[in-house]
Nanobody
Framework: QVQLVESGGGLVQAGGSLRLSCAASGRISSPYAMGWFRQAPGKEREIVSAIDWNGYNTYYTDSVKGRFTISRANAKNTMALQMNSLKPEDTAVYYC????????????????WGQGTQVTVSS
């Protein structure tokens, strides 16, 4: 079983920055991709960013390109999301997720999930 724990959420003013972290524990026997998803009230969970095992193949949803940066450190089983120039529309619960194999854009393709961390951006 794999456990994912997010940290780093909080309240920030528009234009500010936050850094989310995800720590993985347990056993995943194969190379695995990781991703960040978010869900705002009344909306479907959507992908924000994803990164493959090698750390070079990354994906960003259009609304965060140029503002967010995903990274991972396999030796430490951690992943991070640096969020800059935050906007009120970035407000949501952010989830860390993992799946065996390559990254994918849909939440239902991921097997492991963290409990979520709230990000609130005030205007």
């Amino acid at each position: 079983q794999v456990q994912l724990v997010e940290s780093g959420g909080g309240l920030v003013q528009a234009g500010g920055s936050l850094r989310l972290s995800c720590a993985a524990s347990g056993r995943i026997s194969s190379p695995y991709a990781m991703g960040w998803f978010r869900q705002a009230p009344g909306k479907e969970r959507e992908i924000v960013s994803a990164i493959d095992w090698n750390g070079y193949n990354t994906y960003y949803t259009d609304s965060v390109k140029g503002r967010f940066t995903i990274s991972r450190a396999n030796a430490k089983n951690t992943m991070a999301l640096q969020m800059n120039s935050l906007k009120p529309e970035d407000t949501a619960v952010y989830y860390c997720a993992a799946k065996v194999g390559y990254s994918a854009p849909k939440y239902y393709e991921y097997n492991y999930w963290g409990q979520g961390t709230q990000v609130t951006v005030s205007s």
